[in-house]
């Protein structure tokens, strides 16, 4: 059972194979250039690479706009070069992921081209129409201040059709069956090639109505029991990780109330919360979204990321908030998107400070759930304001001070390289910060494997141990007889922070650091006393390992 449920304790690392290694100088990252770094993902402590789109497409919108679900984009390379990759990552222990974009196509897709030419296709109905122009024809817009409408005239159908995202994004009548059936295939197809899974993009639109008369999209969810099911009779430890930004209180429809459909889902509440906590360094609001998504089935799983090939979404905050986090953020106005979010990566959010990075990463590493991380994260890497919308923060990967940051040799890559500036290629690279022991990338390697040695995070029951600082949480974790505490210091003023011995449960007399040899013992009063600097954290193993607290005294 716990090798079926290997992504419990897994450590994801999101890449766009089109910016992170060009092989042939052509500008373009490629899955030949990618196969040749997955020695240092390994390295690392990856374990499972999640892959933005790679398939045919105009790249209106970096691949997400895809014009053949059965295969490689020739700028990345042939069907040939990804079975080659999927293969020498198995050989090293990795997983793939890759997105799965089935809410819609591009308007390119041969699918659309004949639905809009010919009414007698069966293509026709694999979109959907509106004879009239909808009364709500404004409803419903994902990006505000980019996008008009979700409904679209076609001067050759003669009839509008849905969109959900923008107009050259066609939606998919994904409640038609030969629709469903045609998904089922795609993912069948590609675990075939070699993947152990998918990144489901846009889960709440893919299985809600879709029509010019409805209001409230109700959500079909026995499309995701069909979709598990596939895979497991295809590859039984295949998943579906979602991306489902939703309620808690709908949490365990998608997942199922026996885990029968999702295995996994982001929880986009927990990192909302988290950076509004980080903002205004209270660590309760936290607390509470943790709580508020603490159920779901003993199979199922949540992905815990910081940022992501996205802005950094605030839109479940109240508005207050959301202007707390803005501020604290990215308090400019080209910094935001669509008016809910941060299109910043993280170090810059962070104002490049070594301290708050670390506790951010170690906060990702130990919520419960599954740590997914951004690539260029490891080191540091800036955005690049001046590129639209989320480009932005999708820049090429920098390994070192060559040309191009090493990326390609090609004097127009597809995105430019970030250059000047604290966080120009020049000083934020891999070669760099592989050289120097003290550096993010060798720091971010080591809380890797120990997060991986801490299976309690992704396999245990966890809580919010009480204490007396609004800016600490504190979070233990039981699983096997085995506990582990976690503590973090929100603000930017060093704490004192004392823990009951009782409140950390068995064997609570003694914590053993798992990060350093500051280890804890209890004091006559039965407390631990510990002083946290501005933004620390200690990882912790509850006893009972005398031993090591005895070698300590020798």
């Known amino acids: 059972m716990i090798n079926d449920l290997w992504y419990k ?24 250039g990618l196969t040749r770094r997955l020695e240092y993902l390994h390295g690392l402590g990856v374990t499972t690479l999640w892959l933005m789109p790679f398939h045919p497409s105009p790249r209106q919108d970096d691949g997400y706009d895809v014009s053949d679900f059965y295969n490689v984009d020739p700028r990345f ?29 591009s308007d390119q897709h041969p699918w659309f081209q004949q639905a809009r030419r010919d009414r007698k296709s069966k293509y026709h109905n694999w979109y959907v129409w509106s004879d009239r122009k909808p009364a709500r024809y404004t409803d419903g817009v994902v990006f505000p201040g980019v996008q008009k409408s ?96 939703v309620l808690p209180s709908t949490n365990m429809a998608y997942f199922g109330d026996e885990g029968e459909r999702l295995h996994m889902m982001f929880n986009f509440q927990v990192n909302q919360h988290l950076f509004y906590a ?42 207050a908030q959301r202007q707390r986090v803005f501020a604290a953020f990215g308090p400019e106005k080209d910094m935001q998107l669509y008016d809910r979010g941060i299109r910043r990566r ?10 708050r990075l670390e506790l951010a990463y170690s ?63 020049e ?48 979070m233990r974790y039981e699983w096997r007889g085995n506990a582990a505490v976690f503590v973090h210091n929100l603000g930017d003023s060093p704490l004192e922070i004392k823990l009951g011995a009782k409140a950390l449960g068995r064997h609570g007399g003694q914590l053993i650091n798992l990060l350093s040899n500051a280890h804890s013992r209890a004091n006559s009063k039965g407390k631990h006393c510990m002083l946290l600097e501005p933004y620390g954290y200690r990882w912790f193993r509850v006893g009972p390992l005398d031993y090591l607290l005895k070698r300590e005294e020798m």
């Open 9 to 32: 304790n897994a450590v994801v690392y999101c890449l766009s194979v089109g910016t992170f290694m060009d092989s042939n100088g052509d500008g373009c990252g490629d899955f030949e």
């Open 278 to 319: 980080m903002a205004v360094a209270d660590a309760r609001p936290l607390a509470k979204a943790l709580e508020a998504t603490r159920a779901r089935p003993a199979t199922s799983q949540w992905g815990i990321f910081l940022r992501n090939h996205d802005e950094l979404d605030l839109g479940r905050l109240r508005p």
């Open 363 to 425: 906060l990702m590493l130990t919520l419960p759930g599954t740590p997914v991380v951004r690539y260029g994260d490891e080191i540091g890497m800036g955005d690049d304001l001046s590129l639209p919308e989320r480009n932005c923060a999708r820049t090429p990967m920098q390994w070192s001070t060559e040309r191009q940051g090493g990326f390609t040799t090609s004097s127009k890559p597809v995105l430019p390289v970030i250059t000047g500036g604290a966080y120009g290629f």
């Open 427 to 474: 000083h934020v690279n891999v070669a760099a910060q592989r050289r120097d022991p003290e550096s993010l990338l060798n720091w971010m390697e080591r809380v890797f494997r120990m997060r991986k040695e801490v299976p309690e995070i992704g396999w245990g029951d966890f809580e919010v141990v009480p204490n007396e600082e609004r800016a600490a949480l504190v």
């Open 150 to 245: 979700t409904w679209t005239f076609d001067k050759l159908a003669r009839r509008w059709y849905f969109h959900r995202f923008y107009e050259f994004q066609p939606d998919l009548n994904t409640a038609n069956p030969d629709v469903q059936a045609e998904i089922l295939k795609i993912m069948g197809f590609w675990t075939q090639m070699g993947v152990s899974g998918f990144r489901m993009d846009a889960v709440p639109f893919v299985i809600g109505a879709k029509g010019p008369r409805v209001v409230r999209p109700t959500e079909k969810f026995d499309m995701l029991r069909q979709f598990r099911e596939l895979l497991q009779w295809r590859r039984g430890d295949a998943i579906i990780l979602a991306e489902a930004n």
């Open 77 to 105: 390379g042939t069907l040939g070069d990804f079975v080659e990759f999927t293969h020498s990552a198995s050989r090293l222990g990795m997983r793939v992921l890759m997105d799965l974009v089935v809410n819609h196509t």
């Open 346 to 355: 993280l170090a810059p959010m962070l104002g490049g400070n070594r301290r």
